[in-house]
């Protein structure tokens, strides 16, 4: 189960499995998204190909309108996911902090 939302300084929230079943909801979150966001991921579990996709459109959309989102808090298998796909080089990536 995906749970996505906004934290209290206005940052994106994402926890739980962002997977091909999740992709409608966070669609339909992002579409109200216009402006540069901070990204929390710390409490996301597993990311698939399709949630990639969504987030990849998003990042596309807000960029021309000089706008994008910076992915905070991404650690182990998800930080992986990001670098094996190469978009470490579409998003500005902040690790967690170490343990």
Avoid: C, T
């Avoid at 962002?18 to 339909?28: H, I, N, S």
């Amino acid at each position: 189960m995906l749970d996505i939302k906004f934290g209290d300084k206005g940052e994106i929230v994402i926890g739980g499995r962002f997977d091909a079943a999740q992709a409608a909801k966070a669609e339909a979150f992002f579409a109200g998204v216009k402006e540069s966001r901070l990204v929390d991921l710390g409490d996301l579990q597993y990311v698939s190909s399709l949630g990639l996709g969504v987030l990849l459109a998003v990042q596309k959309r807000l960029m021309g309108s000089g706008h994008k989102l910076k992915l905070v808090n991404v650690r182990g298998h998800v930080r992986e996911v990001f670098h094996f796909s190469g978009f470490e080089h579409i998003f500005e990536i902040e690790p967690a902090p170490p343990a």
